[in-house]
């Protein structure tokens, strides 16, 4: 019994260090969307200038949708949208832009100058819809079903991979079904 | 004594300028009060350890501007709260509640209390009881010699 005790302390230690050593592979920042599976919040969101309409709920209607949350204030966005060009240009699924704390002219001249991959884009400059969408960071986008369900968000740049092996299968999936 | 309260007036100075966040402030002293103290308990999701009371960043603006939008619709605050949560999950609340997958979190404490404080009332009677134990014909044999030994 006594000796059997003296091994608790490397026991315990052992647990624990295991333990935390799984935590530590995880990325703190990751922050589950409670979105899944939930519909879309409603919105209606005004227009970038120059633009007559801005993005509602109904534009999202009857097809599976990309709701790509951007600003031209964030550089990973410029990394990212050569990939959202190129999807555009497939026309697999359309794209609708949620322009984060922007104003109506820095938007407008943003999508002048590197193209415009979005079917219709939307004003958010006071964070209501990406609070309501739970966002953290731009770019993030959802993958909405054609009932206006969320079924996937992506935190971060679109890459050609996280196209390829996640978006385009779940895409095809939910358009089966 | 005019110059001393001119110096405790300084030293307080830079508290009072900090207190009040880049947003507006309600007139209504009670409002105001309620305000801040949901801002303590949402976390910042965009910078982690902090408050959106203490976070400069400008996610956590537009969020203290959302609690005061709910708070002036009459929202009450487990209502705000709730409605954080709806949105960014169990996360942005300072405080983690106390559900199934937090039961180890808030229970582990009060069962190591429990198992150590058991362990030391086993072994502080363990102790007790050895020293009211008459000595075995040994012991009383090296006491003995040890009382021997100093003796001389």
Redesign the interface.
């Known amino acids: 019994m006594g000796r059997w005790l003296a091994f608790t302390p490397l026991l315990v230690f052992a647990v624990m260090a295991i333990y935390f050593g799984m935590g530590l592979r995880e990325d703190p920042g990751a922050i589950p969307s409670q979105l899944i599976d939930e519909p879309l919040p409603a919105f209606d969101l005004p227009p970038v200038a120059g633009a007559e309409a801005g993005l509602s709920n109904s534009d999202l209607a009857g097809h599976v949708s990309l709701v790509n949350v951007f600003g031209s204030w964030c550089p990973p966005c410029a990394i990212e949208h050569p990939m959202l060009m190129q999807i555009a240009r497939s026309q697999i699924v359309p794209i609708y832009g949620v322009d984060w704390r922007d104003t109506p002219e820095a938007g407008a001249a943003w999508l002048e100058r590197h193209g415009n991959p979005y079917t219709a884009v939307g004003l958010d400059p006071e964070s209501h819809l990406a609070i309501d969408l739970g966002i953290t960071g731009a770019p993030e986008s959802f993958l909405v079903d054609a009932s206006g369900r969320v079924r996937y968000r992506h935190v971060g740049i679109i890459t050609q991979q996280d196209w390829d092996e996640t978006l385009l299968p779940l895409i095809r999936e939910l358009e089966a079904s | 004594m005019r110059t001393l309260i001119a110096c405790l007036a300084l030293l307080l100075a830079p508290v009072a300028l900090a207190a009040p966040s880049p947003d507006e402030v309600y007139a209504d002293a009670a409002m105001e009060r309620r305000a801040r103290a949901l801002y303590t308990q949402l976390r910042c999701?965009?910078c982690?350890s902090q408050s959106i009371d203490e976070s400069n960043a400008?996610?956590a603006e537009?969020?203290r501007?959302?609690v005061r939008e709910r708070l002036a619709a009459g929202d009450s605050d487990a209502e705000i709260l709730a409605y954080m949560q709806?949105?960014?999950?169990d996360?942005v609340l300072m405080l983690p509640p106390l559900q199934a997958n937090t039961l180890a979190l808030w229970g582990l404490p009060f069962f190591l209390l429990f198992v150590g404080g058991g362990l030391i009332i086993v072994y502080v009677r363990r102790q007790a009881r050895g020293m009211d134990a008459a000595l075995t014909p040994e012991e009383e044999a090296e006491l003995a010699e040890l009382m021997d030994e100093e003796g001389q």
């Not at chain 2, 709806?86 to 999950?89: H, L, M, P, V």
């Open positions: 999701v965009v982690q400008s996610l537009d969020m501007i959302v709806a949105r960014y999950g996360y």
